[in-house]
């Protein structure tokens, strides 16, 4: 299967006029679901995301220089699914960046996951 998911995060000000950069994230995973009996399966996956922030902002003129940017991270994971509950992780790794006037510089990253479905 393909799953593709998409976001966009609007910022406001807060109390001391500062205001964090808007950000767009798209994520496309391939995977393949394997049945290991009636109520376990185990789904690995594979893909890639998307990230890029506009500039923070110290006040409604004024830019942050070293904020906002761009990333691309190559991701690869897996679900385990017993019946109605899931787990899951996977690890993302840089294939391409901007960030922060090039000064800042993504690492790789993980995430672990439970879910329920009712």
Request: charged residues 20%.
């Amino acid at each position: 299967g393909l799953n593709i998911n998409g976001s966009w995060k609007l910022n406001t000000r807060n109390k001391f006029d500062y205001r964090y950069g808007n950000k767009i994230t798209v994520n496309a995973l391939a995977y393949y679901k394997l049945k290991l009996s009636d109520k376990i399966s185990i789904t690995p996956n594979t893909g890639a995301l998307y990230e890029r922030s506009a500039k923070d902002e110290k006040t409604s003129s004024v830019d942050v220089w070293e904020t906002g940017g761009y990333s691309v991270m190559g991701t690869a994971g897996f679900e385990l699914s017993f019946g109605r509950f899931g787990a899951g992780a996977n690890v993302q790794t840089p294939l391409g960046q901007h960030l922060g006037e090039g000064k800042v510089r993504a690492r790789d990253r993980g995430m672990a996951y439970l879910s329920f479905s009712f």
